[in-house]
């Protein structure tokens, strides 16, 4: 009878308690959890790849300029093709505005595009936008107006690139997967800085090269506080004024910069998000040399 009894027992279920079920419930969130945060990562990767690769194929839409090397320079007009001239021109009348060719057709594509930004070296070669009525109007939207994590460069709508402001403020993402600004911070590298010191930016109205003078980190600072907001200078009302920022760019750069800039030049600051502090970012600024 015994033998019977201890038998029975080894087949019979162990009743489940209340904390039992609690962990299986913890056990089944947690599962689901991982599953969730591997499909957001997923997705997360395949929006930045995608993004990657449409700013890839526009650049393939960009022509380069050795191809106007042979060719006279000339204004083209609707008229020209009509007058026999050479397909080939430098600049070509759009609306009435006269924009370099090589980016006329992105140009068509979307008019809020107002040059390219290239940093030789690095993955940061992209058109930049401009929308002063919506300043943030492309932070989460791609070229195409489509929904981008990553979204695309924009400049400050207190900028001006038309008739250039002292300073250009432009904005882009520091993307975890190394693209748009995030290949900002590696100037925080001297050595990175000394074989990167060159900057593209090529309006569609012209090309423009750039030298950097200051990389560093800050943050955006309260309305009252009376600290350095290097995102609110655009147009020096005095040399004093121009030659304030660029010392206090170059204060807190952490590493000397030779190369400096004083008033009449023109600059372009780069700005991206950094997660040293509380609404931190990292700023790079550069001056026009060409």
């Given at each position: ?47 930045i790849h995608k993004g990657q690769s449409r700013a890839e194929e526009l650049s393939d839409m960009v022509s380069s300029d050795d191809e106007f090397e042979n060719e006279d320079y000339y ?216």
């Open positions: 009878m015994k033998d019977v009894n201890s038998k029975n027992g080894k087949g019979r279920k162990r009743k489940k308690t209340a904390k039992d079920r609690i962990l299986d419930i913890l056990l089944v969130f947690f599962i689901l959890i991982f599953i969730g945060s591997g499909g957001y990562l997923g997705y997360y990767y395949y929006m204004y083209a007009t609707a008229g020209d093709a009509e007058a026999g001239r050479p397909a080939v021109a430098m600049f070509t009348e759009i609306d009435g505005k006269m924009i370099l060719t090589k980016y006329s057709k992105l140009y068509e594509m979307n008019k809020d595009m107002v040059g390219w930004l290239y940093i030789p070296g690095t993955l940061i070669s992209y058109p930049v936008m401009h929308t002063p009525w919506d300043e943030e109007y492309y932070l989460r939207l791609s070229f195409d107006k489509e929904y981008s994590m990553s979204g695309t460069l924009f400049v400050s709508k207190f900028s001006d690139v038309v008739k250039p402001t002292d300073n250009v403020v432009i904005y882009g993402h520091n993307m975890k997967a190394g693209t748009m600004f995030h290949a900002l911070l590696e100037y925080e590298n001297e050595d990175f800085y000394k074989e990167h010191k060159t900057v593209i930016f090529n309006t569609i109205y012209g090309n423009a090269e750039y030298e950097v003078i200051a990389a560093f980190k800050t943050n955006i600072k309260e309305v009252d506080d009376t600290g350095f907001k290097y995102y609110q200078f655009f147009d020096a009302a005095t040399p004093e004024e121009f030659n304030d920022y660029v010392m206090n760019c170059k204060n807190l750069t952490p590493y000397n910069i030779p190369t400096t800039a004083s008033y009449g030049d023109k600059l372009i600051t780069l700005s991206t998000c950094s997660y040293h502090t509380d609404e931190g970012r990292y700023v790079v600024v550069a001056k026009r040399v060409k």
